[in-house]
């Protein structure tokens, strides 16, 4: 009978250890003590008073061999279960990923390393970076195709209310745009309003010529009249709806950044959004062809920023005798969030080149003042 009782009291120490090392290795650190406690101490005492009661054990003798058999099985089977996991846990290719004593003295940053190492390994195997610009790429494209077919839904529309009768007006990039008879009626209104504003803008470059000299403040005071102009005479001062801007090349970052910026009459105090010089964009692409461009109907060239949910159109202009090393440096745009109200209106301004009278201003602005100098010193 005291053989029989030894060998539970061991067999208990055994499952008992074997129990405390798996939740010691992984247990949470919130409960870790009191299971522990339960299962190393308050477990073996427990099921020790149930076992001593089974085999009726009364001396005392017994009994202490009994107890002392079940703790030593414990604690002898501790150590080993402990050392087994230790170096099975082990990563066989970086031998001082996982340390023995973290394991033993129960610092569980080791699992923190060995998940991170092992998330490294499989996203350099995957290579995630790869498949995250692929995934960009991807989505880049569905989004301009989106537009193609919507650009051309809008189109065929068109057609099939014209019939046979199709009226179309060239716009740059080898685009065009089917004329209605609303559109044509409501161009001489167009007219007006732009020559209107044509001869205000003459009159604002007459009044800067006046100065032998200028420097920046001037001249973005110079463009804030501009883009008030424009907004004033062509866009009856929408406050909401039009964004007019001007955007300079920032030689330091490699990119284009605002120069000003109004919405209305206001002037914007936030920052627009970067856009980098070595990603396509509209502004290059102006550049290139010497053509004001529409983002709807030359969204190949559209670099896609955080806003372009908000402004759901624009128009982009660069002016093309500006320059540092083939690199434009000073660009105008007009941003609409109702593309459905005005985008008759920028067909209308890229048709008639709009954007030729401002370069003209400019021109003659740069050949007064030199505008590199003015934006970048020297």
Not at 158 to 165: G, M, Q, V
Not at 170 to 188: A, F, G, H, Q, V
Not at 298 to 317: F, P
Not at 327 to 346: A, E, H, Q, T
Request: proline share 1%.
């Amino acid at each position: 009978m005291l053989i029989a009782s030894i060998f539970a009291h061991v067999t208990l120490g055994l499952f008992s250890s074997l129990f405390f090392v798996l939740y010691y290795i992984k247990g949470d650190d919130k409960w870790k003590i009191f299971i522990e406690f339960f299962i190393g101490i308050g477990g073996n005492a427990s099921i020790i008073l149930l076992l001593s009661n089974a085999f009726e054990i009364s001396d005392t003798i017994a009994q202490l061999y009994s107890i002392g058999a079940c703790f030593l099985s414990f604690f002898i089977s501790t150590i080993a279960f402990l050392i087994f996991f230790s170096f099975n846990m082990r990563d066989k290719n970086d031998k001082d990923l996982i340390q023995i004593r973290d394991i033993l003295l129960g610092m569980h940053s080791y699992i923190t390393k060995y998940y991170e190492s092992k998330a490294k390994e499989i996203d350099e195997k995957l290579n995630l970076a790869d498949l995250k610009l692929r995934e960009t790429q991807i989505s880049e494209k569905e989004h301009k195709l989106s537009e193609a077919e919507k650009y051309l839904e809008e189109e065929l529309l068109k057609l099939d209310t014209l019939k046979n009768k199709k009226l179309k007006i060239l716009l740059p990039e080898n685009t065009s745009i089917t004329i209605t008879k609303e559109y044509i009626d409501i161009m001489p209104s167009y007219f007006k309003d732009i020559i209107n504003c044509i001869s205000q803008l003459n009159y604002y470059e007459s009044e800067i010529l006046k100065y032998t000299e200028i420097g920046l403040p001037k001249f973005k005071a110079y463009l804030l009249s501009v883009a008030t102009t424009i907004s004033s005479y062509i866009f009856n001062n929408n406050s909401t709806d039009i964004r007019i801007h001007f955007r300079f090349y920032n030689k330091s970052k490699n990119g284009y950044e605002q120069l000003i910026a109004i919405i209305g009459k206001k002037i914007l105090e936030r920052e627009m959004t970067f856009i980098p010089y070595n990603q396509e964009n509209m502004i290059s692409k102006s550049f290139e062809c010497k053509r004001a461009l529409i983002r709807s109907i030359n969204y190949t060239y559209d670099y896609r920023s955080q806003n372009y949910k908000v402004w759901k159109d624009y128009l982009t202009y660069t002016f093309h005798d500006l320059e540092i090393d083939n690199v434009p440096i000073l660009s105008f745009g007009i941003s609409i969030k109702n593309d459905i109200r005005y985008k008759n209106l920028f067909y209308f301004l890229n048709y008639i080149k709009f954007e030729e009278y401002l370069q003209e201003n400019i021109d003659n602005i740069n050949n007064n003042f030199k505008i590199k100098k003015i934006l970048y010193g020297g």
